[in-house]
Every structure is written in C-alpha cells, then in structure tokens.
C-alpha cells in the first residue's frame, strides 16, 4: 500500500461543475496535509494546507479532512478551465522533515 | 512571501559535464531545502534533503556521489549534477521550508524548477 494513494483521474468536468479530488494516507500519526497545484511543465505550487477534522474553505476551494477514515479531498467549486492542471496530495512524514507526495490527479475543465 | 527561486532555468551541456543548479529562498531562511526531479508525465520523485550546514540526506537509490548537495547558507542550496549522461536529462525542482511562516511549518514552497537536457 501507497504512503498516499489518489485517484490517477483523469477526472475531466464540464466548467462550472465541481471538481472532487481524493487523498488517502496510512499514517495514523500525521498531522497536516497539503493540496498543491501543479500546471504541466512547471513546478508545484501551494493551494491550502488543512490540520482539523472538518472543512476548510478558501475562495472556490474546500479541503476536508477525516482523520478516523485516514482521508482528505479537495472540492472546487465553479471549475473553470484554467483549473485544468495536476493536484498533488501530500503529507508531512512524522518526525521525518520531508512529505510524501501522491502521484497527482490530472483535471481537465471542459469549457 | 515565501518565494523560492532557481538558477537557472534551462540548461542544455554535453554528456560527461557537470552541472550547477541553485536554489535560493527571496525572502525567508530556510534551514531545510528539498530537490525533486520529475519526469515527464511521471510523479514528483524526491532526491534528497538539504540541511543548513550539515551533510544532506539522500532517498535510496540517488547516488549522494553524482547527485552533489550543497546548503551553506539559510538562503541558497545547491544541486550539481557531476558527469552528466543523457538519462540524468530531466525536471529539477528545489523547495524549502519556512519555519517562522505564518503557516504550517510543514508547508513547501517550490522553485520554478530547472529543464536539464544532457546531449
């Protein structure tokens, strides 16, 4: 079993739907997890980073955390096509210093 | 805040050279960097990670003798790549902690990343 597994996708939607991506992770004992963006052909780049059980909000996106499930999504909501790019998952190892990525889940918004 | 920059951002050397990427962070000290290389379509795949001041740590199977990490400073990492081959032609990407952010101390603020194309 993956660190980190997501959905390898495609996942493609029509613009102004909601885009639904998923995180799962195996170590009971992390504590914060982190969306990042990445476009093709440049390098990652933050979205929102979540720590409490529940939903976090900012802007169009919302990441929601279960700690019990071991699971973590980031919703989007009025996906727009310049929202079509790579979402990376990741989770910092424990007393480790470095994250474990997933292998992403390409988005495609269809206008 | 929290900019990472990379030098530079393509570089194109002929097989059997070395090469130098930098890594700086603009407005933060970052005690710890990380460096990545990404093939195409492929997934982030971490190399190392780079301390301030002390000897870096390397994910197995990076050879620590080609792949050479420098960190002498809170504000720049290097990354040269010794004796180049054309397999070593990648996406080169540094990132770094900021442990006084506002954020997560967790949080990895990414470079641009550096194009490697090795004749």
Redesign the interface.
């Known amino acids: 079993q993956k660190e980190v597994e997501q959905n390898s996708g495609p996942l493609s939607v029509p613009e102004g739907a909601i885009a639904s991506l998923n995180c799962t992770y195996s170590d009971r004992g992390s504590q914060?997890f982190?969306w990042?963006r990445q476009y093709s052909?440049?390098?990652?780049?933050?979205i929102m980073?979540i720590?409490s059980n529940g939903d976090k909000e900012d802007g169009r996106f919302t990441a929601q955390l279960n700690k019990a499930s071991q699971y973590v999504s980031l919703l989007i909501r009025d996906s727009q096509p310049s929202d079509s790019a790579t979402y990376?998952c990741?989770v910092?190892k424990t007393n480790a210093?470095?994250?474990t990525?997933g292998?992403?889940t390409t988005l495609t918004v269809k206008p | 805040g929290a900019v990472v920059s990379q030098h530079p951002s393509w570089v194109i050397c002929k097989s059997g050279t070395s090469v130098k990427i930098e890594c700086r962070s603009l407005d933060f000290q970052a005690t710890t960097m990380f460096w990545y290389r990404q093939f195409p379509k492929q997934s982030l795949m971490l190399m190392a990670t780079s301390n301030e001041g002390s000897k870096a740590t390397y994910e197995q199977g990076v050879e620590k003798d080609k792949f050479l990490i420098n960190h002498a400073s809170l504000t720049l990492s290097t990354l040269t790549v010794t004796s180049a081959h054309p397999e070593d032609s990648s996406f080169y990407i540094c990132s770094a902690r900021d442990p006084a952010g506002a954020g997560s101390t967790d949080t990895q603020y990414f470079g641009p990343g550096t194009r490697l194309t090795v004749l």
């Open positions: 914060s982190f990042y052909g440049k390098s990652p780049e933050l980073f720590y990376l990741a910092p210093g470095k994250s990525f292998d992403g």
